[in-house]
């Protein structure tokens, strides 16, 4: 098959399995990321710099693209607009990287067309302060209105962990193995154990956005990316725990809160039950539950990979 599929900003963990999935199907695949990587595979091509439109230009000159998935996130939602067009214009299909943190608490399950926080918060500060949920929003209205006949695609992954990125609740990183190597407790608030985790393992995610990317059926449509396999989060801290010993101490909301970082984060999707019906994008693509990764193995894969 000579059929190829740009990865934009496709080095990190979500891209390189979205990339492995392609291959396994038969696609060839460029990549522009700013990590330092050389392909040991001739269907492979990486391109190191930013996905902006001088370096995109260069690609565009000697190549067509069956489909391109731009993982770039843009805080500011004019800087999408400026440099769609151009991406449209260079491709059969678009995949345009959006996030479950749209999705306000009000409806479960969550499916594609429960209500985003976009359009029922009332919060100025949020609006006024948020550079994530937002502007995703804002792009997604800005595909279904101004480019509704045009060939796009929106995902809208839930945290897809890796060896990088191991979370749990509003941990990120290698936090949790940095706990259980120093015999300590992670805290976690009491309330969160029973909150189901808008959580999945990123092979799963990368086999989900990268079968969408080539599927004909998904064009004009929004998927939440998820496997709906729907732990809670301290179904997910047990997990850490029968695999590395991970201790954790459930404490009252107070004396959690000096961890958080980002509020809106906190406030607007960490304290929400992330419950998922994950039935549209199984059905588009004819998949089955056997066709995917338990969080329990994923979370051994990465710890594998993370050399613990």
């Known amino acids: 098959m000579d059929k ?3 990865l934009i900003a496709g080095g990190g963990t979500l891209g390189t399995y ?3 999935e392609l291959l396994k199907t038969g696609y060839l695949v460029d990549v522009i990321c700013l990590e330092d990587k050389k ?6 091509r990486f391109y190191k710099g930013y996905g902006n439109k001088e370096n995109l230009e260069k690609l565009f000159e000697n ?4 489909s391109i998935v731009n993982f770039i996130h843009y805080s500011d939602e004019n800087d999408y607009f400026k440099i769609h067009p151009f991406l449209i214009n260079n491709t059969d299909h678009l995949v345009f990287l959006s996030s479950y943190r749209v999705y306000a608490d009000i409806e ?7 209500p985003r926080l976009f359009d029922v918060l009332q919060d100025e500060e949020f609006f006024k302060e948020e550079t994530y949920a937002c502007p995703k929003s804002k792009c997604e209205d800005f595909l279904k209105t101004e480019c509704a006949n045009q060939p796009w695609t929106i995902v809208r992954p839930v945290i897809s962990f890796s060896d990088r990125r191991l979370d749990l609740f509003t941990y990120s990183g290698r936090k949790v193995i940095e ?7 992670l805290l976690l608030p009491d309330f969160a154990k029973d909150l189901t985790a808008g959580l999945d393992w990123a092979g799963n995610s990368g086999k989900l956005i990268a079968k969408l990317s080539v599927e004909p059926k998904a064009i004009g449509e929004c998927y939440t990316i998820s496997t709906g396999q729907n732990n809670t989060w301290g179904e997910v801290a047990q997990m850490y725990n029968d695999i590395i010993g991970l201790k954790v101490k459930w404490v009252d909301e107070k004396d959690y809160i000096h961890n958080v970082s980002d509020k809106f984060l906190y406030k607007y999707d960490r304290k929400f039950n992330r419950f998922v019906d994950a039935s549209k994008v199984i059905s588009t693509l004819n998949l089955k539950k056997e066709d995917f990764t338990s969080i329990y193995d994923g979370i051994k894969i ?6 613990y």
């Open 4 to 6: 190829k599929v740009l």
């Open 18 to 20: 979205t990339m492995e």
């Open 39 to 44: 392909s040991t595979d001739e269907r492979v």
């Open 63 to 66: 190549n067509n693209y069956d």
């Open 108 to 114: 479960h399950p969550i499916n594609e067309n429960s």
């Open 179 to 185: 706990i259980v190597k120093n015999n300590e407790e």
């Open 302 to 307: 990465e710890l594998e990979k993370a050399g």
